[in-house]
T-cell receptor
Framework: KQEVTQIPAALSVPEGENLVLNCSFT??????LQWFRQDPGKGLTSLLL?????REQTSGRLNASLDKSSGRSTLYIAASQPGDSATYLC???????FGTGTRLLVSP | EAQVTQNPRYLITVTGKKLTVTCSQN?????MSWYRQDPGLGLRQIYY???????DKGDVPEGYKVSRKEKRNFPLILESPSPNQTSLYFC???????????FGSGTQLSVL
């Protein structure tokens, strides 16, 4: 059974820092891996999707990488801003399994 | 605007009183699904539907029912709610063969 783990569970950084969020999965037989953002009281918004054949995807200040052999994905956020404060979840797709999320707080 | 709409946003009910949470999408998506989100457990899939009249159990289907009579609608039914079904519920959809999931804004359910 696929298990998806996210570390750390919570992260607090000052504005402007570059940061890395980690996602680990136990079964490397995935179709793709997706990163989401969840704001309080709102649903999830898809940020990046990495196909199983890809190594990384970029969107603006966000870069997500995928290493199937080691069962890991990372989300890199450059020059963090207070507006980045949210919970970030990764999800592996074959049978959809979500991680428990990393709650990020960026202080001005 | 492309969206997934859930109703209601907040619901407080009592044990045993049947309820339905509605979900509707306007993107002509074939795939729809329901999740519950609990602290420390993340999102867990309750049921999913690959198309009209095709539904299947997810990881935590006990105590829930769904139906998919129309492509756009995928209601979640709790026939006899219990306190352990107090949770934040999300509906999501995606196109068949597509991979990007679109989520509704969530329904916070409290069963007393």
């Amino acid at each position: 059974k696929q298990e998806v783990t996210q570390i750390p569970a919570a992260l607090s950084v000052p504005e402007g820092e570059n940061l890395v969020l980690n996602c680990s999965f136990t079964d490397s037989a995935i179709y793709n891996l997706q990163w989401f953002r969840q704001d309080p009281g709102k649903g999830l918004t898809s940020l990046l999707l990495i196909q199983s054949s890809q190594r990384e995807q970029t969107s603006g200040r966000l870069n997500a990488s995928l290493d199937k052999s080691s069962g890991r994905s990372t989300l890199y956020i450059a020059a963090s801003q207070p507006g980045d404060s949210a919970t970030y979840l990764c999800a592996s797709f074959q049978k959809l399994v979500f991680g428990t999320g990393t709650r990020l707080l960026v202080s001005p | 605007e492309a969206q997934v709409t859930q109703n209601p946003r907040y619901l407080i009910t009592v044990t045993g009183k049947k309820l339905t949470v509605t979900c509707s999408q306007n993107m002509n998506h074939e795939y729809m699904s329901w999740y519950r989100q609990d602290p420390g457990l993340g999102l867990r899939q309750i049921y999913y539907s690959m198309n009209v009249e095709v539904t299947d159990k997810g990881d935590v289907p006990e105590g829930y029912k769904v139906s998919r009579k129309e492509k756009r609608n995928f209601p979640l039914i709790l026939e006899s709610p219990s306190p352990n079904q107090t949770s934040l519920y999300f509906c999501a959809s995606k196109a068949q063969g597509g991979e990007k999931l679109f989520f509704g804004s969530g329904t916070q359910l409290s069963v007393l």
